[in-house]
């Protein structure tokens, strides 16, 4: 273990405190140390965690000051849901008051899985911050066996966000959240770099049986349509009003920005596109900028000085998702503070990375 602490006391505001990381990549080796991570859980800390999307930042649901916590280390609003984690289902029963036929199929398949469900709060269940006021509460079970003896070792579901700063690129790795939260959270399970990359897909499933899909990620429409009657986009994906509370995270706010300046060149003509890059990439060096370029391997030519990183093959969307949130962080890293990325389909996957993308680029996408 790395940055031990010399007393036990703490609190969830403790700032002043170094952060506690446990190395849980060794599974059999680690079971004291996901003990200890869910007895600081227990006592109203917050502990970053591995799941198989991004790394997590938990809290007990039911604790309204841990969750309180959460919000004020990651600077999150506070109308901004946040997701429940579960081991067991069992757990899901004190949570929800009901649970639909479509919604059990859909956990018998995707269950454990980057799949999460928002269905009617049973009152009382949770925090009132996790639902920030609405009548319902997403769940799901992640698919990470660190995280899933965590929340057990807890003894308690898990509210818990991405680890990072509010509107940062999310964190596929211990490094990444050390990065935003070091001093702001009690401890980090460091589970190695997450898999899918991206969060969890969610959906709400409406009195039909149709699946209304509020976030995409790494369950497809697709895999959804192979267990659901008819799965549809939510409108809410191509803008929230600002006096709509969202009923999903990542529905509303920027999100997984940079911190350079990011725009998305999307178009048939590759020629024309390439053109459009160089001649952009010209202007911003002119002016002082320091360029990147965010790519898919078809688009890869020679752009100068500007760091070039590959998201990999459009033809493989899941290596993008993979890459992208650990592309943007180093395109940070080199001081970067003008950006152009490629586009991709949105069939699959690519929803998922075109939605992140998108998002991360404050909405601006240039069609050649």
Known sequence: MMNDWTEKGYSPSSADQPVQIWDAQQIEKAEHDIAEAGEILRQGGIVAFPTETVYGLGADAGNSAAVEAVFAAKGRPSDNPLIVHI???????????????????????????????????????????????????????????????????????????????????????AEHVAEDLSSRIQGIVDGGSAGVGVESTVIQVQEDGTVMILRPGGITEDQLLTVAPAVMIDPGLSGVSADTTPRAPGMKYAHYAPRGSMTIVHGEDSAAVRHYINEQLYQAEQRGERTGVLLFDEDHVDYGSALHLSLGSRSTPEVAANRLYACLRTLDAHGITFILATGCSENGVGMAVMNRLSKAAGGRIIYI
């Not at 925090?127 to 899933?148: K, Q």
């Not at 929340?151 to 999310?170: E, F, K, V």
Request: proline fraction near 14%; hydrophobic fraction near 40%; charge should be neutral.
């Open 87 to 173: 081991s067991q289902l069992e757990q899901l029963e004190h949570l929800v008051t009901d649970i639909q036929p479509v919604e059990r199929r859909l956990m018998e398949h995707f269950w454990p899985g980057p799949l999460t469900l928002v269905m009617p709060v049973k009152p009382g269940a949770v925090s009132p911050y996790v639902t920030a006021g609405l009548d319902t509460v997403g769940v799901r079970m992640p698919d990470h066996p660190v995280a899933l003896r965590l929340i057990t070792a807890a003894g308690c579901p898990l509210a818990a966000p991405s680890a990072n700063r509010s509107g940062r690129p999310s964190p596929t790795t």
